[in-house]
């Protein structure tokens, strides 16, 4: 009986005392934040700065034809995942189109917008609105280029690690021609080395 009511206060003791200990706060850097399986905040960052300066520096819109055109119209495309993971490629498409807008290297257009906007231009032609303040019909802006890419993946394993090599590809390409102005690329390799006792 004594040596459970021993026990039973010792429970109680350490309770109390981890009760007490210091709270210890980890902070976790965007870098060290994983988004996908294999997909980190770093390495959006990375391919949203890479491919923004890549376009920013590219010859085209170093060329005279460019530099006087304004404003520049762009429509951003989903970039395709043709990996086995999940990649929010939306979200890769979005950083790098705010930094081209934010370095003065484009305008985008919304193309998920454009049915919303069909709709209430078409509510607002109804005759239900002041037609001081509605939208003008015929005044939507068309684009000359297409930011378009792709995201693909090769996965190399052995018996300790597992390889995979992301490749990201973009292209602008020229609405009127089709032609390819600009394309590159970028390459991530994640490394995940395998527990012994699978």
Known sequence: MKTKLNLLLLIIIISL???????????IKDEE???GSDWS???LKDVSDYMAAS???????ASPQYANERPR?????????????HVNTRTIMEKIRTRLINGGIANFIDDQA???????????QSGLFDSKTVAQ???LVGAKLILRGTISSIRKKTERK?????????????????EIIWTDEKEIQRLTSKSMFR
Not at 55 to 61: H, L
Not at 73 to 85: G, P
Not at 162 to 178: H, K, M, R
């Open 17 to 27: 005392l981890s009760g007490c200990a210091p709270t210890i706060k980890y902070e």
């Open 33 to 35: 934040t994983v988004t």
């Open 41 to 43: 905040a770093k390495d």
């Open 55 to 61: 376009v920013k520096q590219s010859a085209f819109v």
């Open 73 to 85: 119209w762009m429509l951003a495309r989903d970039m395709k995942n043709e990996t086995d993971e």
């Open 114 to 124: 454009v049915e919303d906007i069909l709709n209430q231009m078409k509510l607002q």
């Open 137 to 139: 019909v015929g005044k």
């Open 162 to 178: 597992d390889i995979i090599y992301y490749n990201i590809t973009l292209q602008l390409v020229n609405i009127q021609t089709g």
